[in-house]
């Protein structure tokens, strides 16, 4: 079966970095485009960063734009996001989908799998 699987969050303090990792298995890894999303409490799962089949192209909210970077490897069956100049609205849970088709990276309901989710909390 398809599985996501997250890695790589914690507690930083402010001005930190973190790198997340998302395992992916039971798919053709570079036949998906891959994305990273974050849900802070309370809120709607909102858009992070995208990446394309070969890592050729990727996107950001403007939010993260210039502070986090998304890549692929395609060996590994990993997509990471790594995070740096964390703020305290970065806090949230972390997490990264596969999109098989056509649609809007950007949106939620461009993605068939979803990984469980991994914390990033940003302290002050």
């Known amino acids: 079966q398809v599985q996501l699987i997250e890695s790589g969050g914690g507690l930083v303090q402010v001005g930190g970095s973190l790198r997340l990792s998302c395992a992916v298995s039971?798919?053709?890894?570079?036949?998906?485009?891959m994305g990273w999303f974050r849900q802070p409490p309370g809120k709607e799962r909102e858009f992070v960063g995208g990446?394309?089949?070969?890592?050729?192209?990727?996107y950001y909210a403007d939010s993260v734009k210039g502070r986090f970077t998304i890549s692929r490897d395609n060996a590994k069956n990993l997509v990471y996001l790594q995070m740096n100049s964390l703020k305290p609205e970065d806090t949230a849970a972390y997490y990264c989908?596969?999109?098989?088709?056509?649609?809007?990276?950007?949106?939620?309901?461009?993605?068939?799998?979803w990984g469980q989710g991994t914390q990033v909390t940003v302290s002050s």
């Open positions: 989908g596969a999109c098989g088709g056509y649609g809007d990276l950007r949106t939620v309901a461009a993605y068939d799998y």
């Open positions: 039971g798919l053709r890894f570079n036949k998906y485009r």
């Open positions: 990446i394309t089949w070969s890592g050729g192209y990727t």
